[in-house]
């Protein structure tokens, strides 16, 4: 089945410093990878959608220059979370997405990474 | 914009009960929707899918789903729970031909053998 890694799966820094998150498509190529920050007993937020070699698109309340997302191949998505503060402290998830073709034209399905969780101090 | 409600937040069963998760979308268009686990320290894992067809779908693990539209509703079965079956279960939708997810908040099924 499809993988999705991440890296790392937990990190603690200073506020103030900046953290990359990596997302990885292990054996499949992903036009679309997504990341998802998960607060203590609650849902998944969709932050942001990567598109490989295109700007990402950010969703409402996102800010685009702290959570900086790169989508530099087909296999590889990064967040770096800029200038990081203790209430960004959270569970960060990004999944990833190859097209697959249904009887309602592009179908995707998602296959998620096992999250980083981000303490800052 | 759409919103994925899921009533029930915390479930406790005993073995071999019968299950059924709520959820209720907002969406008056054509989606896809799904039901995904999150096993305790562990990744999300898609139970099932639903994107056209038969509103009644099955999934890994004895899971089962029928999509109502008239009720906007995709809840989730399992005729007898198993203790493995603790986790937290999300349902989720998006709108045919958009990627994105949206999510509900969330059920922690309790399992007591």
């Given amino acids: 089945g499809a993988v999705v890694s991440q890296h790392p799966s937990r990190v603690i820094c200073k506020s103030g410093t900046s953290v990359k998150i990596e997302c990885r498509s292990l054996d499949f190529q992903a036009t679309t990878m997504f990341w998802y920050r998960q607060f203590p007993k609650q849902s998944l937020m969709l932050m942001a959608t990567s598109n490989e070699g295109s700007k990402a698109t950010y969703e409402q309340g996102v800010e685009k220059d702290k959570f900086l997302i790169n989508h530099a191949s087909l296999t590889l998505s990064t967040l770096t979370v800029t200038s990081a503060h203790p209430e960004d402290s959270s569970f960060y998830i990004c999944s990833a997405s190859p097209l697959i073709r249904g009887t309602s034209g592009g179908v995707d399905e998602q296959f998620f990474g096992p999250g980083t969780r981000l303490t800052v101090l | ?113």
């Fill in chain 2, 1 to 113: 914009a759409q919103s994925v409600s899921q009533h029930n937040h915390h479930v406790i069963l005993s073995e071999a009960a019968s299950l059924e998760l709520g959820c209720n979308y907002s969406y008056g268009g054509t989606v896809n929707l799904f039901w995904y686990v999150q096993y305790p320290g562990q990744h999300l894992q898609l139970l099932l899918k639903y994107f056209s067809g038969d509103p009644l779908v099955k999934g890994i693990k004895g899971f089962e789903a029928e999509f109502i539209k008239s009720k906007f509703s995709f809840n989730l079965r399992k005729p007898s729970v198993q203790w493995s079956d603790t986790a937290e279960y999300f349902c989720a939708v998006n709108e045919a031909g958009r990627r994105a997810l949206t999510f509900g908040s969330g059920t922690r099924l309790q399992v007591q053998p």
